[in-house]
């Protein structure tokens, strides 16, 4: 292995992220612009162009989205993007979403010396599945762990994902770093409880999967005064939403069903009295990280969620009310709570959420944690 480059010292870099839905073009965007600033030079290959990528400081590759049972594509997709890599002399190749290339990763063929892998979610590597996902779980397991054996590292996002991994890996070769957010302005101030027709309003962010506790949220509602609503916004599995919307409440209920952008996310959060994110346990079994939630500390907001997202909290954090998980009664009273407390909890989410975010979650600071990952 090459020596351990200088701390400071810009580097050649690649990242690679063959998914461009959800959460990886911004994701992705803000990984090469924090890079960028930081002076490396950046080749980055993703379905979709990377702002900035002018030829002087970087390069972007296209490269055809693929999904996770594409795995012949996404392995020739990688395959390429290595070898076009190795050619370029870089020094660290950044895999940046580990959940589907797991199995796509190419078996032989170039590698880059230094190589990271990003992991989100870490379901693959849960040792009390059954039948055929258990032999999936062994041979992702076995897989990794042959990664690591020739110094590669992994990066996960929470205390969870790290606890599952080190089960089967060294210790040493697993990186804990915060999932990057843009944090809000310190200068920005908004509305507390005053009376408005939306000083009722909730928000869940994202799919209303089981997981997250959508249901658990409807169940709730149903306790709650009739003026108190709730909207859902982001693009949504069509079924789950026809079974959610079978159990009633429909005048309560609002669907921007469809993806939006970060300013229209943004100004959804900021009028919202509180964001609702009533997560089960079986989300925190799986390691992964809260964008929802992150995004509602960074623009400061009030909210409400389970113990299974506190972890993923400031500590002491004044913003946020907290209630046992898959509880309708717990949830309601909580929302009550909240809103009860609104300027209160206002308060503390503005002092104490951006301020988080920017410590513990920035690009910025992703980038240089990356960076220095890999220093051996």
């Not at 010292?9 to 992705?28: C, I, K, N, Q």
């Not at 907001?301 to 209630?323: H, K």
């Not at 509880?327 to 308060?347: F, K, N, V």
């Not at 513990?360 to 960076?371: D, K």
Request: aromatic share 6%; proline share 5%.
């Amino acid at each position: 292995m090459p020596p351990a480059r200088n701390a400071g010292e810009p580097m050649r870099l690649s990242l690679f992220d063959d998914v461009a839905d959800g959460h990886h073009t911004a994701y992705l965007n803000g990984i090469v612009s924090a890079a960028l600033d930081h002076g490396d030079y950046v080749v980055a290959a993703s379905p979709e162009p990377i702002p900035g990528l002018d030829g002087k400081r970087g390069r972007w590759i296209r490269v055809p989205e693929t999904r996770h049972r594409q795995v012949i594509t996404g392995r020739r997709v990688l395959n390429r993007v290595i070898r076009l890599c190795a050619s370029e002399q870089i020094d660290l190749f950044a895999n940046l979403y580990l959940d589907k290339t797991i199995w796509t990763w190419p078996r032989n063929g170039a590698r880059i010396a230094r190589t990271i892998h990003v992991l989100h979610h870490a379901h693959h590597y849960l040792d009390d599945r059954r039948g055929l996902a258990r032999l999936r779980t062994l041979s992702a397991r076995k897989r990794l762990l042959s990664w690591v054996e020739r110094g590669e590292r992994v990066v996960v996002h929470t205390v969870r994902a790290y606890e599952i991994l080190a089960e089967f890996l060294p210790k040493e070769m697993i990186v804990r770093i915060g999932y990057p957010v843009e944090a809000g302005s310190s200068t920005e101030r908004h509305p507390h409880a005053d009376g408005t027709s939306r000083s009722r309003q909730l928000l869940f962010v994202g799919q209303a999967r089981v997981e997250k506790g959508a249901g658990v949220l409807l169940e709730a509602l149903r306790c709650l005064p009739d003026d108190v609503e709730v909207t859902f916004i982001g693009p949504q599995n069509p079924s789950r939403r026809a079974e959610l919307e079978s159990r009633g409440g429909a005048s309560r209920i609002t669907w921007i069903d469809r993806y939006v952008s970060d300013a229209e996310l943004a100004h959804s959060i900021d009028s919202a009295a509180l964001v609702v994110l009533p997560y089960l346990d079986s989300f925190g079994r799986h390691g992964g990280a809260s964008g929802a939630l992150l995004d509602t500390l960074a623009r400061g907001r009030p909210l409400v969620t389970t113990s299974v997202l506190a972890p993923q909290l400031p500590s002491d954090y004044e913003g946020a009310v907290v209630v046992e998980p898959d509880d309708a009664r717990s949830l309601a009273d909580g929302i009550m709570s909240g809103l009860s407390h609104l300027t209160e909890l206002s308060r503390g989410a503005e002092n104490q959420g951006p301020a988080f975010i920017r410590d513990q979650h920035s690009f910025e600071g992703y980038v240089r944690a990356l960076l220095a990952s890999d220093d051996s």
